[in-house]
């Protein structure tokens, strides 16, 4: 019962630090994207994107 508490809590976090930087970042790529898209606020595509990782406190 505890290896398989183990393992769980293992791929949670591996899937924590890893997987959800990489959905973040493609979620925020998308959403530059429509904002650039449909804004009438103009701003950069980079001030999109930080806001958006910030939002989710990513690192870029």
Avoid at 2 to 17: D, K, P, Q, S, Y
Avoid at 28 to 54: F, G, I, P, Q
Wanted: aromatic share 16%; with cysteine; net charge positive.
């Amino acid at each position: 019962m505890l290896i398989v508490i183990g393992i769980l809590l293992v791929v949670g976090l591996l899937g924590w630090f890893v997987l959800r930087p990489w959905l973040v970042k493609k979620f925020c790529e998308n959403a530059t994207r429509d904002m650039l898209e449909n804004s009438w606020v103009k701003w950069s595509e980079s001030d999109y994107y930080n806001a958006c990782l910030k939002k989710f406190w990513v690192e870029k």
